[in-house]
């Protein structure tokens, strides 16, 4: 078979900007092996047939940065419609911003804190300290402790417990502290969901933006292809590796790392020209509803909202959180983190191989994320050829 300069595995946003990079840069030759049927990775989206409303196939996406670098770099690829992701949850029946802001506050305890000192002291009393065995302040060993510190008893049982049982099905105590230690809370009526300088969504959808990424001649996409099926065939130079690094290793027969995955429950409503519900994305953070039913979804999905898409029809989907299937986010405990610590080691010694993006690296990546590192990875191992070229 043919040779190139690059194989690369899994045509996500990773893989795609490695391969973009080497063609529009270098002018290299790369092949991309993907498993899926599609390109896009988890980014993928496509037009509902049934209500022709553009929906993504792996759960909400919504673009933010502050990374300038990253923000140029999108720019090439689509138009991009300002837009300020906002979500609701329904708490005791009632809509409340999230992350919690005055507002969250004021409706769910009828309080009526009207500035933000107002705010910060009612935090302040909230929250709760933990102290070592010298009465010294310390840091949240976890994070059950992480979200009492940051919003205190009250908040933590109504909203913050029972999501994070719900998507992970362990209980914040026995989840590290970095889980729940990015909990935004606002001492205003901010209700963004992202506070990044950059926030848009791409007005012809995700998938366009791969499909342009990948339109040069320097490179070829083989879909429905595991690469363990085929790495024996292929001749490159070198190998770009986007898939699960447990997966690489597979031969050393090691533990396999854990992750969390992710089920949809597609459900079209017809003779709907408005919306099902009030935001595009509604979480549902309680075991239970205010009748005592069992809810056992973490939040639906309305696609409607997003880019104003109009129908007579809408589509939300059902999300669901599960073990097995898809893999979707890491679960970070000490097990975990060192199984990785192990798989790493390997990877670094793994001639002629870069391990690129999410799964690779066994860590959650936002898209701008995920674009960074492989902008990253690009420079550091082309240095040289760009010297040699000037
Ligand atoms: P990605 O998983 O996209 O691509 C890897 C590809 O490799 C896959 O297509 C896979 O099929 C392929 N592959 C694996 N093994 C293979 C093998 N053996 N052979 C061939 N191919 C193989 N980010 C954000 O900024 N805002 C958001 O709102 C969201 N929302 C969101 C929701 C959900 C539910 C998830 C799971 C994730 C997000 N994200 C997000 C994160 C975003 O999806 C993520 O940053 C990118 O998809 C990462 O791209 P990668 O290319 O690294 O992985």
Redesign the pocket.
Known sequence: SKEYDNCI????????VIAENYATKLGQTSLI????NH??????DYTDTETGIRV?L????????RHERVWEYVQRFSEWVPYE?QVLGIVNGKHVPIPVTIDTVNTLFDEKIASTEEMDEWLKKEQVTFYDEDGEEREAENSEEVALMRVGQRLYDLMFKPYTFKQWAKYPAELGPEVLSRIPVRNNHDGRYFSDPHQALPKDGYTAIFDKMLSSPKITVVTN????EVRDKLKCKRLYY???VD?YFADLGWAKLEYRS?SFERVVKDNTPGYFQQASVVNHPQATDVDGKEVDFTRIVEYKHLLNQTSDKTIYFI?RSKDGGEP??PVPNDENKNLYKRYQEMAEKEEGVTF?????NYK???????IL??LELFDKDTKDIKTATG
């Open positions: 595995v899994g045509a996500g946003l990773s893989g795609s092996i993907e498993k899926r390109i896009g990775g988890n980014c993928y993504s792996f759960g909400a996406h919504l673009f933010h940065t992701h292809t595991d690469y363990f986007t898939g699960p997966s992710l999300e979707y986010y690129v993006g999410r799964l690779a959650y990546f936002n898209m701008d994320d995920a590192n492989a």
